[in-house]
């Protein structure tokens, strides 16, 4: 009796997987075919879009080129 019940769960938890996969593809399917149809523009295309970076929040630093190549 309890294999049976494993046995049926088992079956039930693939059958649910399955139906899930199938929706999961034909709704990715629906936004490939909405996406096609609007043209999408980048950021350097759009100046508005991007990060807004405050002046303040810029760091000046100089930095000293090491030579490795020296014997001791």
């Known amino acids: 009796m309890l294999i049976r019940f494993i046995?049926?769960?088992?079956?039930?938890?693939?059958?649910?997987?399955?139906?899930?996969?199938?929706?999961?593809?034909?709704?990715?399917?629906?936004?490939?075919?909405?996406?096609?149809?609007?043209?999408?523009?980048?950021?350097?295309?759009?100046p508005t879009s991007g990060y807004k970076v405050k002046k303040e929040d810029i760091i000046d630093a100089e930095f000293e080129e090491l030579d490795n190549n020296k014997k001791k």
Do not use: G
Not at 16 to 43: G, H, P
């Open 7 to 46: 046995v049926w769960s088992i079956i039930f938890y693939f059958f649910f997987k399955l139906i899930k996969n199938v929706i999961k593809y034909f709704a990715d399917e629906q936004k490939l075919n909405t996406s096609k149809r609007y043209e999408f523009t980048t950021q350097q295309n759009n």
